[in-house]
């Protein structure tokens, strides 16, 4: 199981990024996929997930109606949409993965997660 995230850079406040999370080793739609960031000096948070379907996909609220987790299972990608970017979402952004064993229609924005790709930095500048 692999993942490899990519996509970061350095954006405006108000500014758009799309990551990238490229996967391999597994099939896609047997796992929930989920983007955690870190920013420097605290604790790792769970942004959003999904899992099977597209009407599973989560995220949590201090992301709602900005970012938008999607995945395209032929191409083992998932993707984070960035819109309206903010100070506070500067961090490095993670995508894992977890086993669910099969098709499931749930996933969760908190650990644990099995499986995680090397983190891409994301930096919002005033």
């Given at each position: 199981?692999?993942?490899?995230?990519?996509?970061?850079?350095?954006?405006?406040?108000?500014?758009?990024?799309?990551?990238?999370c490229?996967?391999?080793?597994?099939?896609?739609?047997?796992?929930?996929?989920?983007?955690?960031?870190?920013?420097?000096g605290k604790?790792r948070?769970?942004?959003?997930?999904?899992?099977?379907?597209a009407?599973?996909?989560?995220?949590?609220d201090?992301?709602?109606?900005?970012?938008t987790i999607?995945?395209?299972?032929?191409?083992?990608?998932?993707?984070l949409?960035?819109?309206n970017l903010?100070?506070?979402?500067?961090?490095?952004?993670y995508c894992?993965?977890?086993?669910?064993?099969?098709?499931?229609?749930?996933?969760?924005?908190?650990?644990p997660y099995?499986?995680?790709?090397?983190?891409?930095?994301v930096?919002?500048?005033?």
């Amino acid at each position: 199981v692999q993942l490899q995230a990519s996509g970061g850079g350095l954006v405006q406040a108000g500014g758009s990024l799309r990551l990238s999370c490229a996967t391999s080793g597994f099939t896609l739609d047997n796992y929930a996929i989920a983007w955690f960031r870190q920013a420097p000096g605290k604790k790792r948070e769970g942004v959003a997930c999904i899992a099977t379907s597209a009407t599973s996909a989560k995220s949590v609220d201090s992301v709602k109606g900005r970012f938008t987790i999607s995945k395209d299972a032929p191409q083992n990608m998932v993707y984070l949409q960035m819109n309206n970017l903010k100070l506070e979402d500067t961090g490095t952004y993670y995508c894992a993965a977890a086993d669910n064993g099969g098709p499931y229609h749930y996933c969760s924005v908190r650990d644990p997660y099995d499986y995680w790709g090397q983190g891409t930095l994301v930096t919002v500048s005033s």
